[in-house]
């Protein structure tokens, strides 16, 4: 650690060879930022141009120059705008507006990637935007990763259909999802939550590897999901989308926008999904898919002040599943029935305000809170289960210069009300948590090359005490397309004993509880390097990154001992190493490729032995192909998924005749879109090459025999799915 703070201090002995730096924002007519507008600064006295900068998704731009130059004269442009020449104060962030460009001969357009890194960034952050969004088969948060290389996704069992992620190797309870920064998938809603977000409601996602912010709170430890959903000043004024697959799945989404005045707006969202089939391709008798009912909806509005702006809202989710064998869906049917089902009820209620200060656009207040309920229940054969949580969350952000805008920072209070309440096998545990914590981040930007975020938080759990967790991000960037990054810091969680895995739940073992109750914590080191050139004259980027993570407290759920599922508690558990290279271009026009490698290495504690961790690939690839034909409307995509082996819990039975590693498979998947005016229509289809796990369920024809596992699951269930969808846009023309 003193070599670290060394290396800081000398950097800060370096004579700063760069001026102040010049930052603001390019908006258009609306006031929505423009991402990809080029800045072109001008040397003095006719002697050409200096250099160049492009601006992020959001059209922020932050940069120095060369020299000591306070003001610049730049010649700015994006695709379809007007480009313009316009002077910028170094230290004073600005607003610029560009006019949009109407050309009667040609537009000049720029191709970017749909799914990419910002270099601007101190912490590594991928942007999924709209257009990558829209490569996914519908419907919720889980499918809109299945053509992304950082976050992996997978079945926790053969019967209840629910969908988990891994980050890092690493379940995604580690990870923590973020709703607009508002704390969203966590705690009971961390087993199924992933279907509680529908695709269509999302306008982004922002993905980060490792601790994170301070300012975001200290449940990241293995990285941040934040979901950006459609707002009301931006969205459609109509949209619908409706979905339909052959096995008989069928999904509507309704979006409504409406802008009252240049102040007020509001956005109502509504969507729905409907499954009734009762479909055994395998032959073992218990469903591939549940039936399965959701219904949700959510109203937001969006006030723009002169020096606040503000944003409230309500969300609600009803979702239902409802399995297992034909015994327990057809009495009658010869043989022992094993149901299984859940019932969710989930209601959310947000509000968000920030203060400007007039004439000091670096000085900001903002305020957010929220409530939510969650209630489920339901059952594994004879064994039922509930769970109810109730939260409030709070967080209030000051931010402020040191000087100049070279040296800014962030402090601020949060507060978490946490009340659980979980019952399984007859063990009852419940909690109520009270998180009080303070936070500070400063970030220093001494040249154009050095960039540090320095900071922490602490928590006092009433629980378990004080937490304190230092973050540290570093950023250099020696030219203007490239970036090296490293991080650190350590982060902690609350874990539930059943909700954290539902998916382990599916089994007639005898299940044994640690009830000593006591946080997961971690530390989390990493870093790589990120280039972003121009190949065969467009956009390309290339990144490479490895991240380790140490647990230094799990609560895990044993399976190595046959007919025994024991959650135990272990302290210096386990821990985490990944490592992935990533490449993206566009080798000809209009052909996005994207390709990707990862090698992960997971091991935690199971009784008294350290074990890699079970159903955790240790390699996986992944191929992408993306191409438009712009002039007939029409976009091709297609993606392969090389999945590696596993490790699998031994059974120690050889008459179940149960490997002890699973397959190299492949997963194919594509889709076609066609636009047709105000419609879009597309049909695609996933496992294309009908991959499916042989005998995914451990003594299916015995459900409750000690013997009998859902859980041992790697690969699909169900073969080749076939699906077809139209988007519709009322109001829109397009070409």
């Known amino acids: 650690m003193h070599k670290f703070f060394g290396i800081l201090f000398a950097v800060f002995l370096i004579p700063n060879a760069y001026g102040q730096v010049f930052e603001g924002r390019f908006v258009d007519s609306a006031g929505i930022g423009l991402p990809t507008v080029r800045i072109v600064w001008l040397m003095p006295e006719n002697r050409g141009i200096g250099g160049g900068f492009y601006t992020d998704s959001i059209g922020r731009y932050d940069f120095s120059v060369p020299n000591k130059a306070t003001r610049l004269e730049v010649i ?46 101190t912490v590594p952050t991928e942007h999924i935007g709209a257009g990558e969004l829209r490569r996914a088969a519908c419907c919720n948060l889980s499918e809109s990763f299945e053509t992304n290389a950082t976050v992996d996704v997978g079945f926790t069992d053969a019967v209840t259909g629910a969908k988990t992620i891994q980050m890092l190797g690493l379940d995604g309870r580690y990870v923590s999802i973020t709703t607009e920064l508002l704390p969203s998938l966590r705690g009971l809603a961390t087993g199924l939550g992933l279907d509680f977000v529908p695709g269509p409601w999302m306008e982004s996602i922002q993905i980060s590897k490792g601790v994170g912010s301070a300012v975001n709170g200290f449940e990241s430890m293995s990285g941040q999901i934040n979901l950006e959903l459609q707002k009301p000043e931006t969205a459609p004024n109509w949209y619908v989308n409706v979905y339909g697959n052959h096995m008989g799945r069928l999904e509507a989404s309704v979006h409504k926008a409406i802008r009252i005045n240049p102040r007020w707006s509001n956005l109502t969202m509504a969507t729905g999904s409907y499954f009734d089939e009762a479909i055994d ?94 209630n489920q229940s339901g059952g594994f054969g004879i064994n039922s289960y509930t769970g109810k949580e109730n939260t409030l969350y709070f967080n209030g952000i000051y931010q402020s210069i040191i000087g100049d805008t070279r040296y800014t920072w962030k402090a601020g209070a949060s507060f978490l009300w946490d009340e659980v309440q979980e019952n399984f096998v007859g063990f009852n545990p419940q909690r109520s948590e009270l998180v009080p914590g303070g936070f500070g981040e400063i970030t220093l930007k001494p040249n154009g090359i050095w960039e540090f975020v320095l900071g922490g938080r602490v928590d006092y759990h009433n629980l378990f005490g004080w937490y304190p967790q230092p973050r540290a991000h570093l950023k250099a960037s020696p030219r203007e397309n490239l970036a090296f990054r490293l991080s650190g810091g350590r982060a902690f969680r609350t874990p539930n004993y059943f909700a954290d895995r539902l998916g382990v739940l599916t089994t007639s073992r005898l299940i044994t509880i640690d009830p000593n109750l006591k946080p997961e ?16 004259g467009r956009e390309a980027q290339f990144s490479a990154d490895i991240f380790r993570t140490w647990i230094d407290r799990q609560m895990v759920a044993n399976r190595e001992t046959p007919g025994h599922l024991s959650i ?153 799915m076939i699906y077809v969808g139209v988007h519709i846009e009322p109001g829109k023309k397009r070409k």
């Open 76 to 121: 700015a442009g994006g695709p379809a705008y007007v480009s313009d020449t316009l002077f910028l104060e170094a230290g004073v962030p600005q607003i610029h507006r560009l006019k949009r460009e109407h050309l009667d001969a040609f537009n000049l357009e720029e191709q970017r990637l749909r799914s990419s890194m910002s270099l601007v960034n």
């Open 521 to 536: 914590e971690s530390w989390s080191a990493g870093g790589g390097i990120q280039w972003s050139p121009r190949l065969f």
């Open 281 to 374: 391709a395998n032959n073992d008798s218990f469903l591939d898919m549940p039936k399965k009912r959701s219904v949700g909806i959510l109203h937001r509005w969006k006030y723009n002040g002169k020096n606040m702006e503000s944003q409230f809202g309500v969300r609600f989710f009803g979702h239902r599943i409802e399995g297992g064998n034909f015994q327990a869906l057809s009495p009658g049917i010869p043989g022992a029935a094993f149901p299984v089902g859940m019932r969710t009820y989930r209601g959310e209620a947000f509000a968000k305000t920030g203060f400007f200060f007039k004439n000091k656009p670096y000085k900001s207040l903002g305020l957010m809170t929220s409530f939510t309920f969650h």
């Open 568 to 720: 135990e508690i272990h302290e210096q558990a386990a821990w985490s190493q990944a490592i992935q290279l990533n490449a993206a271009m566009f080798p000809v026009e209009r052909l996005e490729l994207r390709l990707s490698y990862k090698w992960q290495e997971v091991y935690s504690t199971f009784g008294n032995q350290s074990l890699r961790m079970p159903l955790v690939p240790e390699q996986r690839g992944l191929a992408s192909l993306g191409y438009e034909i712009k002039s007939w409307g029409l976009f091709f995509d297609f993606t392969t998924q090389l999945i590696g082996p596993s490790r699998l819990p031994e059974l120690n039975d050889p008459e179940l005749n149960r490997p002890l590693r699973s397959d190299w498979y492949v997963l194919f998947l594509g889709q076609i879109r066609k636009e047709l005016g105000i419609f879009e229509v597309y049909i695609g289809g996933e496992n294309l090459g009908n991959f499916t796990q042989d005998n995914p369920i451990v003594q299916p024809n015995d459900p409750y025999n000690s013997n009998f596992d859902a859980g041992f699951i790697w690969a699909p269930v169900f073969g080749r």
